[in-house]
Structures are given as structure tokens and as C-alpha cells.
């Protein structure tokens, strides 16, 4: 027996073994495609469990196995001088900078309403004390293929929201409402919202009421886990989802961001979630430390 | 030189491919998938044995002979060691004890025959076989009296039905023991008020009298009847008249003399339906306090399965709020703090009171600690579970707070889904110069005067009179200040300065 080539054809053979269970591993961890053994039984169960909640998944679960840590964030507190400003020159130009300066004045001044209500040039701003600010009145007549760009041109003009992109849209009766999410760090921050809400649809009278909900990061936490995968989510998610009186919907979107509920607080720690959100326009957020239903 | 090579190179390659099997098998899972609920279960301070989490509310000795009864309240060192001392003897013999079902007559003379009695009240009730084994588990025990007569060593339960344990002890010794020692110790002189008395106001401002009170010399159903006939509204009633009141055999209790007709028209009849035991005359000073506060890492990983997963709100009052998405802890500024878990409330709760109550003394020991002189002090029994509260004693006397209680929490069969705990630590210096609490039936008075437009008669029922301290949150530090706890079932709790009689 040829000792040195036994030697040789193991050494190959584990060789290869390893390269195959580094890659399993890897491809596990990635949280990707069901590639171990057994996996593809719990693909099945997932299957069987959306088809039993009437949902369709028609889009590829994202990979996992990322790293993330909690996001401090504080409530925004804008100046509603400014912000009278920035909206007005916004939606209306043309008038002398320095009267419409004295006029703001003068609205601020009056102003004894609680919330703070300031009306300005045919719109009325609404600053509650928690919750979103709203705009109301903007872009009259505004046909609604044209919405977006409007608002596309809004955000452009008004610095404090430059963090906010594009989200997705919502048609209904005589509503057409389209959403911005803020983003921070690369990661989507659903706790901060732009919604442009346009009422009347494709009538003369129509016109858009703006709600921003804007949030003030800090920065991350120093304690960074790894957050559960898509499908575990999807899991808890399948556990507590109810559906609309029993019709079929389609998962649209499944995504990670951070996002949190409106406090009336000074500054609080938002949780890493998957939102996924549906074709009927329900959104829902799993909390992707612990698999908790968020919101 | 190469076979050798060879050899490690294999060696090493077989060694890795183990050990990427193990990681491919058993390594690596995710957080949700191989955490159990296993929460850090370092206790604040020991859980009590189940003797001393529920300690009776009030001892009494009455002696023959004596017609000054001794009071021995929670937080008073003497109440400790009599409680241990009987709880002790009581559980070394009722396993020998026999029972019976006693025929009134007979429990009458056997309680005239002897020397002595404790009586023992519980408020909550003491699951009964937390006392003893023997004793029936699903039932609770309100009071007990003990006393002996002959060579026999009674016990008396008055339960729904009447049980008299009973075991021979020709030597008396056991609870002749402790009956000395409870007479020798520290107790306070007290009276029973009478299950129904006429309360008087003080005859004229510039006399300098007080209110007092006159008790009927035989509690009976006619005596009742003209008292009420006291309280008729008709000025031309004769059952208002002094002879109505000298027929229904009134003597001033206080000043053994009969009180005029102008007095007695302006009394009130007061109904005492529970026993209520009033020290004569109770002593005490103001206290300062100080919030406890317990330590917040430690909280947090009491509470949560990894405290890094509780998200961290910093409210506008400078409370924190700590969640993880299912259950929410909030630590105000002061040291109080409030747990909330909603996932854990049910409709209907199947845990039994002898389990929740240990359930909730672990859960106090665990979540901050069973301070020093705090005790069990009341329980509901709702469909989410049992609710217990608990409060603090400074020397024989419960600490009443803002929201009354200064430990509460709901337990049930899923968990515990609510807790708040705001206790308070009494100083040992900055204590006033301790002075007598104005007479009760002064306080009684005050508090009747107060709240005339809660009675719809000269008539009330009175529920609670107690010595307490009433805490005042101040901004310079909180304070107790000694108070009357007067609780009428016409106006609920009220509390009366010890020496003004002002409410706080």
C-alpha cells in the first residue's frame, strides 16, 4: 500500500469537504437561499403558513445577518418663524422678502392658540406640541399626476427636509397620498414620515395637506447585535397577522429600518425593525432584535 | 521531510472539518432561537419565609383582671418576636391537635374560665396552610384567638364556621410563656371601641372641652332603636329628649355623668360593624424621609431577558422609560418606578391566593427588595388576578403616601403584568419631639364636622380610626406627619393632622 498517496487523495478529499462546509456556512449566515439540510422544509412551512394567511410573498426576502445597534433619536422642535418662511416661499413666490418677513412677525405674534395654528397666504400651519406638523392648503388645483413632482420640488426647497426619500404611494377614494420616509446613516428611519395627503383628486377644488413628522438622530448605540433573519420575522409576523376580513394580499416590500412609535418624550432609543408592508397599503413592523410586533 | 509535512497537513484538514461541522450543526443560532426566558435572578434582598410575608395586623392580650387591653402593632419589634414565638409553638403542635366544632354555651365558659387571650387579626387573610400543614389549604384565615383553660391549650378559629383546635398541655407552659413575654414587652395600652357609641361634640368653644364620646351600658336591640330615634329630623320629638337617651341607659363614658338635652340632640350615632382597637394614647413625632432608590442596572437585568434589547426613553418629567416591545419599566426621577407587561393580563385568572402570594413576595424580593418594616397590608381578588399592596411602618404606624400604598402589584397565573413601587426610608435624625395625639373622639368629631354634607342623618358607620404617619412630598425632602386615618363608610379615608386636626 502506497502510504504517501492515500495521504495525498485524503488531503484532497477533505479539501473539498471544507471548501463545501464553508461555504453551507457562509450561505446560512447570509441568511439567503435554504441551502442547509432540513432548510427547505421550513421553506415549505413558510409557504404553507402565507397560503394559509392569504398572503403572497412576490418578492425575495432581503439577506440577514447584519449587525445594527439602537438609534437615539430626540423630537424635532422647529421654529415656526422659520418654518412660515421656508413653506411660504415654497408654495408662493414673488412677494417683497422683507414684507413677508414683518408679516410673519405678526403672525407669530398673535398667535394664542393651543395647538399653534398660524394662518399665512392661504394656508394654515398646525404645530402641535407632539405629533406631526400640518401644513394645510398647499397646492390647489393641483392635478394629481402632477403630485409628485410638486412635492419632489417642496422638499427641494425646504432644507430641513432634504433627509427624506421617497417612499410609496396610496390612491383611494378622492385621496391620493404620497409618503417620504426620513433616512439616517444609510439605514430608513420609518419613525420619520413626510405625507403629502391630495384631497379632491382630479377635481379644480382640489388641494394637499402636507404632515411631517421628523425625527432628530443622535447617533447609534455602542451595543450592536445581530438582528433576526427575514424569515424568522416573517414567522412572528404570520403569528399575529390577521388579514383584512379574509382577502388574498401581496407582501409588496420587506425591509430593515428603524422605527419607533410618537412619544412625548425628551429622547428615546428606536429598535431596528423589518417593516413589511402589503399591497392593500398595511404596513406592519417586526421588531428585528426581538421578533416583537412594533407599533 | 514531505510525508511528515503530509501528515500535519491531513491532521489539520480533518481537525477543521470537526470543527466546521460542530458550527454547522450547533453553532450560531440566532438570539431568539437559543435564548430561553432565563432573566438574572439575583434577589434584591431574601424572599421571607411564608410565616413572615403575611404577618397578622394586630396582636391583642386581654387579660382577666385587667380591663386595659395590650396592642402589639406590625413594625414594632414586640409584634415581631410575639408573631415568631406563636407561629413557632402553633406549628410544633397543631400537628397533634384535635378539632371540633364548639357549642356556643360551652365556648363561652371555657373563654370566661381563662386567665388569658391573644387575638390575632389578619388583614389580608393568611392562607391557612401557610400556618400549618394540617390546616385546610383553600381557606383563609381572618383572626385567631388563642387561651388556655385548665390543662388545655386552645385555639379558636372564627371562620365562617367556628373551629376549636385543641391539645393538651398540663404544664401550660407554652403559651403562658409567650402570654408573659407579651405582657412584659412593649405593647401598647388600647381600647375596643364599642360597636356602637354617640359621639358628643365639645359643649362650648370657650369652655376649652373636647368631643367625647358615650357608649350604652347594654348593647341591645331596644337600646340601638332609641338611639336611633335620636337621630330623627323632628325638633318635637320626644325620642330627642335627654330621657329618651337615660331610658335607653346612655352614661357619659369619659365623664361618667349624663350630658343635657342640647348635647345629646347634637350627638352622633356611630356604628363600629369590624373591631377596631384605638391606642389610648398614642405618641409620635414628625419623620423625615427619604426616597429609596434602587440601583437601575440591576433592575434592568432583573427585568428584562437582556437589558441591551430595552430600548431607552428619557421622558420631559426626567423619568425613564425602559422597553423591549412587550413589557415597559419606568423609573421616575424620585426612585419610584412602575412595571407594565399588558401581554400578561387574562380575563381569568386560575392561580390560587396561597400561590400568588408567594409569587408576589419572590417578585418583591426580586425586583428591588422587601424593605425593612414593610408588610402586606391589603389584597383584591379580581378575574386579572390578585392585587396586593404593601406598606411601610415607622414605629407600630403605616407610612400613607400619595397614592396610599407604597408597593402594589397584580399577579396571575401568565405573570405579573403590573408593579409600582415608591418606598420610603425614614431618617433617624430630624425627627421632631414626639407629643400625644389629640383624643380620637376629637378627630372623630373633626372629621364628622368636615364632611356634614356626606351624611344624610346624625348617623355614620365607621370603618377604619387609626394612628398613622401621612407622607407630604415637599421639594426640601418628603415628611410624615403623625395623622388620624378616619374612614367613615359616608365619606372614605380621611386624615387629620395629630395636633391640629387640620385634613392633609
Known amino acids: 500500500m502506497d502510504l504517501s498517496r492515500a495521504k495525498t487523495v485524503l488531503i484532497f478529499t477533505f479539501l473539498c469537504l471544507n471548501i463545501i462546509l464553508l461555504y453551507q456556512i457562509w450561505a446560512s449566515e447570509a441568511g439567503g437561499s435554504p441551502v442547509l439540510f432540513g432548510e427547505e422544509e421550513k421553506a415549505s412551512q413558510l409557504e404553507a403558513a402565507l397560503q394559509q394567511a392569504n398572503l403572497f410573498l412576490n418578492i425575495d426576502l432581503p ?22 418662511h421656508m413653506f411660504w416661499n415654497a408654495l408662493a413666490e414673488g412677494e417683497d422678502a422683507a414684507a413677508r418677513q414683518q408679516r410673519i412677525l405678526e403672525i407669530i405674534k398673535n398667535d394664542n392658540k393651543d395647538p399653534h395654528s398660524f394662518l399665512f397666504g392661504g394656508y394654515e ?6 405629533g406631526p406638523l400640518i401644513l394645510r392648503g398647499a397646492f390647489a388645483g393641483l392635478p394629481t399626476e402632477q403630485l409628485r413632482t410638486a412635492a419632489e420640488g417642496f422638499i427641494e426647497q425646504i432644507p430641513f427636509l432634504n433627509d427624506f426619500v421617497y417612499d410609496y404611494k396610496i390612491s383611494g377614494d378622492n385621496v391620493t397620498a404620497l409618503y417620504y420616509r426620513q433616512a439616517f446613516a444609510g439605514f430608513p428611519l420609518y419613525a420619520g414620515y413626510l405625507q403629502f395627503r391630495h384631497i379632491g383628486a382630479g377635481t379644480k377644488s382640489s388641494y394637499v395637506d402636507v404632515y411631517i413628522y421628523r425625527l432628530s438622530p443622535l447617533g447609534f448605540a455602542e451595543q450592536e447585535r445581530e438582528v433576526i433573519p427575514p424569515a424568522t420575522a416573517l414567522w412572528r409576523f404570520l403569528e399575529t397577522y390577521r388579514g383584512e376580513n379574509g382577502h388574498a394580499a401581496a407582501i409588496v416590500e420587506f425591509s430593515l429600518g428603524y422605527y419607533s412609535e410618537e412619544y412625548a418624550a425628551q429622547l428615546w432609543e428606536i429598535a431596528p425593525v423589518w417593516r413589511i408592508r402589503l399591497d392593500n397599503g398595511e404596513v406592519y413592523f417586526i421588531n428585528a432584535f426581538t421578533g416583537y410586533r412594533e407599533g | 521531510m514531505p510525508e511528515r509535512f503530509k501528515t500535519f497537513i491531513l491532521a489539520g484538514l480533518i481537525l477543521l472539518s470537526l470543527y466546521l461541522n460542530y458550527i454547522l450543526w450547533f453553532g450560531d443560532r440566532y438570539l ?26 394586630e396582636i391583642v392580650l386581654e387579660q382577666r383582671g385587667k380591663e386595659e387591653l395590650l396592642l402589639f402593632r406590625r413594625g414594632e419589634t414586640a409584634h415581631t418576636h410575639l408573631w415568631q414565638a406563636i407561629s413557632a409553638l402553633l406549628q410544633r403542635k397543631l400537628p397533634d391537635a384535635a378539632v371540633e366544632r364548639p357549642d356556643e354555651a360551652a365556648l363561652a365558659v371555657l373563654l370566661q374560665e381563662a386567665s388569658a387571650a391573644i387575638f390575632l387579626r389578619f388583614a389580608p387573610p393568611l392562607p391557612q396552610n401557610f400556618f400549618a400543614d394540617t390546616l385546610p389549604a383553600a381557606l383563609e384565615l381572618h383572626g385567631m384567638r388563642l387561651f388556655t383553660s385548665g390543662d388545655v391549650f386552645y385555639m379558636l378559629l372564627e371562620e365562617r364556621e ?45 369652655s376649652g372641652g373636647a368631643a367625647k364620646i358615650i357608649v350604652p351600658e347594654k348593647e341591645n336591640e331596644a337600646e340601638v332603636k332609641n338611639l336611633e330615634d335620636l337621630n ?20 357619659n363614658a369619659e365623664a361618667g355623668e349624663r350630658e343635657g338635652d342640647d348635647v345629646l340632640s347634637e350627638g352622633w350615632k356611630i356604628a363600629v360593624p369590624g373591631s377596631i382597637y384605638v391606642p389610648a394614647t398614642p405618641v409620635a413625632g414628625e419623620v423625615l424621609l427619604t426616597r429609596e432608590v434602587v440601583a437601575e442596572e440591576e433592575l434592568l437585568r432583573a427585568f428584562f431577558l437582556d437589558p441591551t434589547m430595552a430600548r431607552r426613553i428619557k421622558e420631559r418629567d426626567g423619568a425613564i422609560y425602559y422597553t423591549d416591545g412587550k413589557r415597559g419599566l419606568r423609573i421616575y426621577a424620585g426612585g419610584a418606578l412602575e412595571y407594565t407587561a399588558p401581554g400578561q393580563n387574562v380575563l381569568n385568572n386560575r392561580l390560587s391566593y396561597s400561590a400568588a402570594l408567594l409569587q408576589a413576595a419572590e417578585n418583591l424580593s426580586l425586583y428591588g427588595g422587601w424593605p425593612h418594616n414593610v408588610f402586606l397590608e391589603r389584597r383584591e381578588k379580581t378575574a386579572g388576578g390578585y392585587h396586593f399592596f404593601w406598606r411601610s411602618f415607622v414605629d407600630g404606624m403605616p407610612l400613607i403616601t400619595e397614592q396610599g400604598d407604597c408597593a402594589e402589584m397584580i399577579v396571575n397565573d401568565k405573570g405579573m403584568p403590573y408593579y409600582r413601587r415608591s418606598f420610603y426610608i425614614p431618617g433617624r435624625e430630624g425627627r421632631t419631639e414626639p407629643l400625644s395625639f389629640r383624643h380620637y373622639a376629637e378627630a372623630l368629631w373633626q372629621a364628622v364636622s368636615l364632611r356634614q354634607e356626606s351624611f344624610h342623618r346624625r348617623e355614620a358607620t365607621l370603618l377604619e380610626l387609626e394612628p398613622v404617619y401621612r407622607v407630604l412630598p415637599e421639594a426640601a425632602g418628603a415628611r410624615a406627619i403623625p395623622a388620624w386615618a378616619v374612614h367613615f363608610a359616608e365619606t372614605g379615608r380621611l386624615y387629620l393632622h395629630w395636633q391640629t386636626l387640620e385634613p392633609l
Open chain 1, 63 to 84: 439577506r440577514g445577518g447584519m449587525r445594527v445597534a439602537h438609534l437615539e433619536v430626540t423630537p424635532w422642535q422647529p421654529d415656526p418663524a422659520e418654518a412660515i
Open chain 2, 162 to 206: 367556628k373551629s376549636l383546635y385543641r391539645w393538651f398541655d398540663p404544664e401550660q407552659k407554652a403559651l403562658e410563656t409567650i402570654i408573659s413575654s407579651a405582657a412584659a414587652a412593649a405593647g401598647t395600652p388600647t381600647e375596643k371601641l364599642p360597636p356602637l357609641f354617640v359621639l358628643l361634640p365639645p359643649p362650648t368653644a370657650d
Open chain 2, 232 to 251: 330623627t329630623t323632628d325638633p318635637d320629638d320626644p325620642a330627642r329628649t335627654g330621657d329618651a337617651v337615660g331610658e335607653a341607659g346612655i352614661l
Open chain 1, 125 to 130: 400651519l398646525i404645530l402641535p406640541g407632539d
Open chain 2, 32 to 57: 431568539e432561537e437559543v435564548a430561553l426566558p432565563r432573566y438574572e435572578f439575583v434577589f434584591f434582598t431574601p424572599i421571607p419565609s411564608p410565616g413572615l410575608l403575611l404577618t397578622p395586623a
